[in-house]
């Protein structure tokens, strides 16, 4: 039986609206991991300095400096997209809200490219 429900989540049905909606949620969530995560990191200072110093020796490596600048497109998207939403819970934009989606998409991936170049010059 169709559901309309299950169809706006199938790839070739999802429009920019839906796209936007769910990447919204998951880059929520990861920003929510992170968060965990870095709280757990710096945690580790209270078992003192030594511990604290191996543990942050670890994320000086390759696969970190990528993940930070992952993180950083994170951000930048998150905070775009949500901009985007703010306007238009005051109904502005209403008529530019895919390309709104489509520019904070691609101003996030220039960012996570730049950053990765950063990185890339810090090893």
Same mark, same amino acid.
């Given at each position: 039986?169709?559901?309309?429900?299950? @169809?706006?989540? %199938?790839? /070739?049905?999802? #429009?920019?609206g839906? @796209?936007?909606?769910?990447? %919204? !949620? +998951?880059?929520?969530?990861?920003l929510?991991?992170?968060?965990?995560? *870095? &709280?757990?990191?710096?945690?580790?200072?209270? #078992?003192?300095?030594?511990?604290?110093?191996?543990?942050?020796? /670890?994320?000086? $490596?390759t696969?970190?400096?990528?993940?930070?600048? =992952?993180?950083? =497109?994170?951000?930048?998207? *998150? =905070? &775009?997209?949500?901009? #985007?939403?703010?306007? +238009?819970?005051?109904?502005?934009?209403? !008529?530019? %809200? /895919?390309? +709104?989606?489509?520019? $904070?998409?691609?101003?996030?991936? =220039?960012?996570?490219?730049?950053?990765?170049?950063? @990185? #890339?010059?810090?090893?």
């Open positions: 039986m169709y559901n309309p429900v299950d @169809a706006q989540f %199938q790839a /070739k049905a999802m #429009r920019a839906t @796209a936007a909606w769910a990447l %919204q !949620r +998951l880059s929520g969530l990861f929510t991991a992170y968060l965990i995560t *870095h &709280l757990i990191v710096i945690g580790t200072v209270v #078992r003192g300095e030594g511990s604290f110093d191996s543990m942050l020796s /670890k994320f000086e $490596s696969p970190f400096l990528v993940l930070d600048a =992952g993180l950083v =497109g994170i951000v930048a998207f *998150h =905070g &775009l997209n949500g901009a #985007r939403l703010i306007l +238009l819970d005051f109904a502005v934009g209403l !008529r530019y %809200q /895919k390309a +709104l989606f489509w520019a $904070s998409y691609v101003i996030a991936v =220039g960012v996570f490219a730049a950053m990765v170049v950063a @990185a #890339r010059n810090l090893l």
